[in-house]
């Protein structure tokens, strides 16, 4: 394989990769029944006039499965976190009780995790758009390199090379899928 080729390929891998990752952390965001400091990440703070992640102002444990507690490193910022954790829309309803936040997490009913289930499959399904955006590109600049006189056959494995690469993505999409839909329906 020339080096243009493997350059597309690693470049195509890569980004299915970035697709791989982007799906998995989107996954830990949806709750499984037990409490996770996960579930509070992305809630973004107001803190002294700028947008941080809730991470970086505070300690966020899980004393048992039932509960998250958010122990401000700043107490005075208290007001603020507990109002963006409300403002993310989590389900989830804070107690402030003056130098923490309790939050404790309601046990998943039949319906809610009929619609994680759902959530998980349209992250699985972006993800798997993603791929397949990989191997479009990767495909046009496979077609690329024939124009640039790499020859026909070279380019013809090339494309089923990254053929190869996109069904065993999309597996792993389906396998991880699987995993977390197996995790929510758990009671």
Known sequence: MTEE?????????????????????????????????????????????????????????????????????????????????????????????????????????EERRRDLVKRSKTESEDAKVGIRNARRQANDEAKKLEKDGIPEDEVKRLIDKIQELTDKFIAQVDKITEAKEKDILTV
């Open 5 to 109: 080729a493997q350059f597309v390929l690693d470049a195509a891998e890569e980004h299915m990769n970035n697709s791989i990752a982007h799906l998995e952390k989107e996954l830990q965001k949806i709750r499984a029944g037990k409490a996770s400091p996960s579930m509070l990440s992305g809630v973004v703070v107001e803190y002294y006039g700028t947008h941080v992640p809730i991470e970086q102002t505070s300690n966020i444990n899980t004393p048992d499965p039932r509960q998250i507690i958010v122990q401000p490193f700043d107490k005075s910022s208290i007001g603020a976190i507990e109002k963006a954790i409300m403002a993310a829309n989590l389900g989830f309803n804070p107690m402030n009780e003056g130098e923490l936040i309790r939050i404790n997490v309601p046990p998943l009913n």
